[in-house]
């Protein structure tokens, strides 16, 4: 049963018509803007409490030395201490470049692969399909998996990951730990990040490659440009904006990650691993120093949302060339 | 239709009310009690415990078994959060200040008065370890519940072997027997590393290094309570500046640093209990440091208990003998709605039969009448020591912040000891800085 145009106008007369008099002379009185915001209201009261009242909060928690384990303890105002201990703190500062290292690595990592393989994938070859979807198969895994088996695979007496390096380098399996290694263990944490998502950056580059008309191709071998040529001047620069984008999506997502890490090293040996959002989880959950790790979250929200904001316009130049 | 149906939803409601109204007494009575712990083996033999309180009583018992590495979280939370998830509580011993001071725990001692239940009848360690806050004051927060302490096991049948005994005795002048001192732990443990029995690779052995909860701070202080290290000064609480990183903590650590690069085996950079049991039981070490909660379990193992294995106490250092003190008491959580039954439960629980049925199925009781019973030596191999560390535990922080003191120990003696940042005397110089601010945020005086 389909309803026509008349059916569903006569169908609006007739709500209009059984629409209570004090009722259609309260609406016919809105404006439109009145009527969007009415539609609006739920959703904006719904993002003022899950979203701006909490941050709102933050800041406010952030210059007191409120701790969540005391609730009755007095609450006493310190300004701007909490900020001054954090940006003076040395180990802060080490969690900082540990952060650093750990995402500017994976993004290299994963923007070379994922183009690469991005690149080989868009040309047509047999079994395309099948290896497309094996290329996708670790970010579909969850991250807390993708930690706990890569700990077994990294374990230096019966992990596997071992083996394969010894039997192709010859170096004794035993000898040497990548989780364990204070050398080993930063680059560990790349190597599983880049593993799991090199896929996710390679499916954004595909995309970008797919969007590239053929014609243009077409254009340029009449002018007898070499591949190298076309792919200089073609493909990259329209590949770009998607390949910002990806770099875009994996910083911020890097720049918080926690739970892979936490379960592959725990922030370990010692603190080589220990990421900035390792550290604000044990400043915030464990020693619940609810002023201090709001301070903390406030600085790693600022910085991430202000490179972020920077990046995005230096997107949109590009898009706009 | 309309009347049918309004007829027949007014029938299940009925219904529905009539089934609840006999319940509803039935839970406010508290026929239900619920117990937290962590899920390890002791907390299988409580559950075996619990059948006989529900068949006296009626009051069907459930557990709430969280693992050792978010014991801590999961139940820290439960309590600052006032959850009524938990009618009665096994903490751990640092919490007793915390719980107290914050009144997540009833205080017993009019109740231990009514029922006429004495702590002079628990070891004395276990009263101020768990139950006791102030520590030695008679202000008491929990019913000792599982006494522990760490302890060591060792492969017997390895140190029984002719030829290493032979070759032990050529090389040291002394027979291959469990250390007693920790340079003899250091000097047994690099004897059996990289050595191969059975064909296997072993070394010689394990001992506690996590990062993340209290594992590294658990096993360190093995070493650092016998080379000299003490919380504070005994003389000006909180005083801690030559005493946490005295000449001889240094030592301790360096000591301990020096056992897990020798002897430790590959990988296990991050490890506690679990990991160490596994070891054990693999046959990857030749001792393990560990809890004296699972020694039941690895004495029954078919593959390294019974003969294989033999247990020894915490070896002694320069500053004397000194153990970790694990373990903790029971208590009955301030937000529970059925405190009435929680109370009934600790009741039963001191009960000497009880008790002792505790033991027999694995639990380790505090109770003196169990523990100084003249056939409690003989009731298992590992009595003796437990007994015997019982008597020389020392226990870490237990201040309403311990958990900042104790995250502040795992960093600092984590990166000296497995990530090699450092030395030993940085390594506790910034602890006791770290620790200084905690107290000082706590106000309390430091110096």
């Known amino acids: 049963m389909s309803l026509t145009a008349d059916s569903t106008r006569s169908l609006a007369d007739r709500v209009a ?41 933050t800041i406010r928690l952030s210059f007191t030395n409120y701790k969540s384990n005391l609730p009755n303890a007095a609450l006493r105002w310190i300004g701007l201490a909490n900020y001054n201990d954090i940006l003076t703190d040395d180990d802060i ?67 596997l ?41 390679m499916l954004i580059c595909l995309a970008g490659l797919r969007s590239i008309p053929e014609d243009i191709y077409e254009a340029a071998e009449v002018d007898r440009a070499s591949a190298w040529r076309q792919f200089w001047t073609i493909t990259v620069p329209m590949v770009l904006p998607f390949l910002m984008l990806a770099v875009l999506f994996r910083g911020i997502e890097n720049f918080k990650m926690f739970d892979m890490v936490n379960l592959l090293t725990s922030g370990g040996p010692g603190s080589t691993t220990e990421l900035a ?4 989880k044990r400043e915030a959950f464990e020693k619940w120093r609810t002023g201090y790790s709001s301070a903390f979250a406030i600085i790693l929200f600022v910085t991430i949302f202000g490179a972020a904001n920077v990046y995005v316009k230096a997107l949109k130049r590009v898009k706009q060339r | 239709m309309k009347k049918t149906v309004f007829a027949a939803g007014c029938a299940f409601g009925v219904a529905l009310a009539a089934l609840a109204v006999p319940c509803a007494p039935a839970h406010a009575q508290g026929k239900s009690l619920t117990l937290c712990w962590a899920a390890w083996d002791p907390a299988n033999a409580l559950v075996e415990l619990g059948k006989d309180f529900t068949a006296k009583t009626g009051i069907e018992m459930k557990y709430e078994f969280v693992p050792w590495t978010s014991y801590a979280d999961r139940f820290v939370n439960e309590l600052n959060s006032h959850g009524t998830l938990c009618d009665v509580i096994i903490g751990d011993s640092q919490w007793i200040g915390g719980s107290a001071e914050n009144g997540h725990y009833v205080k ?21 370890g768990y139950s006791e806050w102030p520590k030695n004051t008679p202000n008491y927060w929990a019913l000792p519940a599982m006494a522990d302490a760490v302890g060591w096991t060792y492969r017997k049948d390895w140190f029984a072997r002719p030829e290493l005994r032979a070759e032990f ?5 002394r027979e291959l027997e469990p250390p007693k001192t920790w340079d003899e732990l250091l000097q047994v443990s690099k004897f059996f590393s990289g050595r191969e029995i059975d064909g296997k690779k072993v070394y010689g052995s394990y001992i506690f290094t996590e990062r993340g909860s209290e594992g590294i701070t658990m096993g360190v202080t093995n070493a650092l309570y016998v080379y000299g290290f003490e919380y504070d000064d005994p003389k000006k609480p909180y005083h801690m500046q030559g005493f946490v990183n005295s ?8 000591v301990y640093k020096e056992l897990y690069k020798c002897c430790q085996p590959p990988g296990l950079t991050n ?15 030749a001792m393990q440091m560990n809890w004296f909660a699972f020694f039941p379990g690895l004495y029954k193992d078919p593959n390294v208990g019974g003969d294989k294995i033999g247990f020894f106490v915490n070896p002694a250092g320069p500053a004397g003998d000194y153990t970790q003190l694990g373990g903790q008491g029971i208590s009955v959580v301030s937000y529970s709605k059925n405190r009435d039954a929680a109370l009934q439960y600790i009741k039963w629980f001191a009960q000497p039969a009880v008790q002792q049925k505790w033991w027999d199925l694995g639990g380790y009781s505090a109770l003196k009448a169990v523990v100084e019973a003249p056939g409690f030596l003989k009731s298992a191999p590992f009595a003796p020591d437990f007994l015997k560390s019982m008597a020389m535990v020392k226990d870490f922080w237990a201040e309403p912040l311990y958990v900042d003191l104790l995250l502040d120990m795992q960093k600092r003696v984590h990166d000296y000891v497995v990530a090699d940042q450092g030395t030993a005397q940085q390594a506790l110089d910034l602890l006791v800085k770290d620790w200084v601010k905690v107290f000082k945020d706590e106000g309390k005086a430091t110096q």
């Open chain 1, 17 to 57: 018509a059984t629409t209570p008099a004090p009722m259609m002379r309260r609406v016919r009185g809105l404006s439109d803007r009145s009527l969007a915001w009415l539609f609006i209201a739920p959703v904006m009261v719904l993002l003022l409490a899950i979203n701006i009242f909490p941050l709102i909060w």
């Open chain 1, 93 to 159: 500062w080490a969690r900082m470049q540990t952060t650093a290292h750990f995402v500017i690595w994976t993004i290299v990592l994963q923007v070379l692969l994922g183009f690469g393989l991005a690149f080989l994938i868009n040309k047509k070859f047999r079994g395309h399909a099948f290896w497309t979807t094996a290329i996708l198969l670790p970010m579909m895994l969850s991250p807390a998996v993708v930690g706990n088996f890569w700990t077994f695979l990294f374990q230096p007496q019966i992990g």
């Open chain 1, 161 to 201: 990951f071992n083996y394969v390096v010894s039997f192709f380098t010859g170096i004794d399996p035993h000898s040497f730990q990548m989780i364990g290694d204070v050398r080993l263990a930063p680059w560990t944490i790349v190597l599983v990040d880049t593993w799991m998502w090199t896929p996710y950056v």
């Open chain 1, 277 to 280: 959002s390792i550290t604000l």
């Open chain 2, 108 to 128: 017993l001692n009019d109740f231990f008065d009514k029922e006429h239940i004495s702590m002079d009848a628990f070891i004395p360690a276990t009263v101020v």
């Open chain 2, 169 to 173: 005795k050529q090389k040291y002048g």
């Open chain 2, 247 to 254: 000449p001889g903590a240094v030592k301790g650590l360096e």
């Open chain 2, 271 to 285: 490890a506690y209990m679990q990991e160490g049991l596994d070891a054990f039981k693999s046959g990857q070490v």
